[in-house]
T-cell receptor
Framework: AQSVTQLDSQVPVFEEAPVELRCNYS??????LFWYVQYPNQGLQLLLK??????LVKGINGFEAEFNKSQTSFHLRKPSVHISDTAEYFC??????????????FGKGTLLTVNP | DAGVTQSPTHLIKTRGQQVTLRCSPK?????VSWYQQALGQGPQFIFQ???????QRGNFPDRFSGHQFPNYSSELNVNALLLGDSALYLC???????????????FGPGTRLTVT
């Protein structure tokens, strides 16, 4: 069964510093990987996704992630964060089961707090 | 272009009662998925509806049921509410596709259910 581990529950950083949010997954078959952001009292917004192709994926708001199959990781990075990046970030995985039967399994989330 | 909308925003119920939550998908989408997000946790998949039928289901008891209408909107019903059902309930819509592109979901802001 697929599972996701977000290694840090909270990550505090200063504005304009780089940040990496870590995500490891467990799956025995091909996987599809996602990062979502959730601002306070809002739903989830898709940041980026890996379905196939290049292992370096670029998303919105300057975020990028790298799919590393050997390390079963999909870490999220941003070279310089802003106060407005303060939010909860969720990593999600889906196994390739064919057809249209795909469902997302989410990690527990990482709270990114950007301080001035 | 309206995104995913959910109603109500907040709801307070008593143990043992029944509740119905509503979701209207993003324009052009035909598939609706429901997730439960407990406090401090990532979203957990409840079920997915397409063509007015439940297509996939997560590990939730039969107390959780749903419906999809011909206009693609959906309802989530929970019977015999328990304190543990208190959570943010998220609706996500997508366009039915074969393959992992079906995972490109757009989330609504959620309904906060409190069971006392």
């Amino acid at each position: 069964a697929q599972s996701v581990t977000q290694l840090d529950s909270q990550v505090p950083v200063f504005e304009e510093a780089p940040v990496e949010l870590r995500c490891n997954y467990s799956s025995s078959v091909s996987v599809y990987l996602f990062w979502y952001v959730q601002y306070p009292n809002q739903g989830l917004q898709l940041l980026l996704k890996y379905l196939s192709g290049s292992t370096l994926v670029k998303g919105i708001n300057g975020f990028e992630a790298e799919f590393n199959k050997s390390q079963t990781s999909f870490h999220l990075r941003k070279p310089s964060v802003h106060i407005s990046d303060t939010a909860e970030y969720f990593c999600a995985v889906s196994e390739g089961s064919g057809g249209s039967n795909y469902k997302l399994t989410f990690g527990k989330g990482t709270l990114l707090t950007v301080n001035p | 272009d309206a995104g995913v909308t959910q109603s109500p925003t907040h709801l307070i119920k008593t143990r043992g009662q029944q509740v119905t939550l509503r979701c209207s998908p993003k324009s052009g989408h035909d598939t609706v998925s429901w997730y439960q997000q407990a406090l401090g946790q990532g979203p957990q998949f409840i079920f997915q509806y397409y063509e007015e039928e439940e297509r996939q289901r997560g590990n939730f008891p039969d107390r959780f049921s749903g419906h999809q209408f011909p206009n693609y909107s959906s309802e989530l019903n929970v019977n015999a509410l328990l304190l543990g059902d208190s959570a943010l309930y998220l609706c996500a819509s997508s366009l039915f596709k074969w393959g992992p592109s079906s995972l490109e979901q757009y989330f609504g802001p959620g309904t906060r259910l409190t069971v006392t």
